[in-house]
């Protein structure tokens, strides 16, 4: 039952979404292809866009870091919150310039707005590279959710081969549109079942009420409820809270994918509601990490201490296969969705910022065409790379947030400085990679700023470099993409 309700779920909606694109328009250019033709109104854009509150980094992940680590998972709301209030600014700043000049990719902006296509060349490939760990959250997530549902006959390598080739197969054809249809449907799914849990789960773990749960889980396990946390030793400190939680809203519309993402609105206004809508849509981060308090009030204990799949293993154990192959099904809609849009923005990049300058006379029919083969190599690297690893989907997810962190001084200075230009970006963001990645450089940012967010530091890093390149060389010209 729970196999067959799966399938249901997952076949239904790829199979309405392929049907729901082909209906609206077949994307036959990269335009159709990769920003839905510019023309996404208020309904499809908030599930595309605020929607992505609802992925298994958030649902998955913040519940199992709630199991494991207890009030740090609270980052959830805070960087919602914050992200939201930045994007109700920089969001229409950039569909402004889409609009107007023709992007379709994050890279297209750098290239176009510094007057320089070698940049938009670095910055095709740094994204490409955040994009890849991002899909990585989303194959282990789906791996995870098929060899629950399949069982342990599928090996972990498998499972993961096959999660990839899903995502390839969902916007192979037919772009974002697919991707639009198949949001809604999670996003509506997800509540339905996190409502659902949360009306019941008292009773599954011995408690009177929502609320009782959280009494329960502070006095059965003190300390769960405020900063540190379950894990003092972890440095997950009111500190670490703050910047972490800036790091992430100062990068969340610097992901490549929800940059182009503002390109696919229809107005100015869409993209404003949206963001005034979004942190009361993050509120349901409440029942998430209940569900994390729950578990661990239930005793659940994930095959090899997995934190990821804590509310998997929670649902399986504690409630009928109905209702978890519902949730399985679901589960897979989390991954599937945000996945097959990290997959297609990295398609388009590569095509359009790293191929196009070094074969000019591609056509568009090539490009698209070269977007839609590159998306595999994307995923087998991505597949790659969750074999090889074992994080926690909110540890690989602050990773991605502070490697494409080192593009927003890049994105802010377009908008609010004139003098900043090409080498001045290019400079910052080196140093800022160079902060990041360095071990020197980390056991630095570790003795001069304890529990800070390495993520916001390099950032600063790079801030402050580009600026200060910016302000000893030379002004450049009137910049092609000005402030909105």
Known sequence: MILALTLAVVLGTMVGALLSARRQARATSMTEWAVGGRRFGILIFWFLNAGEIYTTFAVLGISGFAWAHGAP???????????????????PCIWNAGRQYGLVTQADFFAAHYRATWLGVVVGVAGIAALIVYVQIQIVALSLILRMTVG?????SAAAILAAAIMLAFVYISGLRSAAFAAGVKDVLM??????LCLTVASKVGAASMLDVYRMAQDQFPGIGRLPGLQPGAGLSTIWLMTAALNVALGNWILPHLFQLCFSAGSEATIRRNAIWQPIYSLSYFFIILLGFAALLAGTQPEGGDTNAVLLQFVSD???AWAVGIFAGTACLLALVPGSVLLLTAGSIFSRNILLPLRPTLSDRQSLLASRLSMIAFAAIAVWLTLGGSRSLV???LSAYAAIGMLAPGVYFAFIWKRAHAAGIFAGIVAGYLALLLPQAQQLWDHMLPHWDHGLVAMMVNAAVAALVCLATTRPARPAVQAA
């Open 318 to 320: 504690r409630y009928p």
């Open 152 to 156: 342990p006959e599928i090996s972990v």
């Open 191 to 196: 509540v339905l079942i996190v409502v659902g």
């Open 395 to 397: 540890e690989i997810g």
């Open 73 to 91: 998972a609270y980052l959830a709301f805070t960087s919602v919150s914050l992200s939201a209030a930045i994007g109700y600014w920089l969001m």
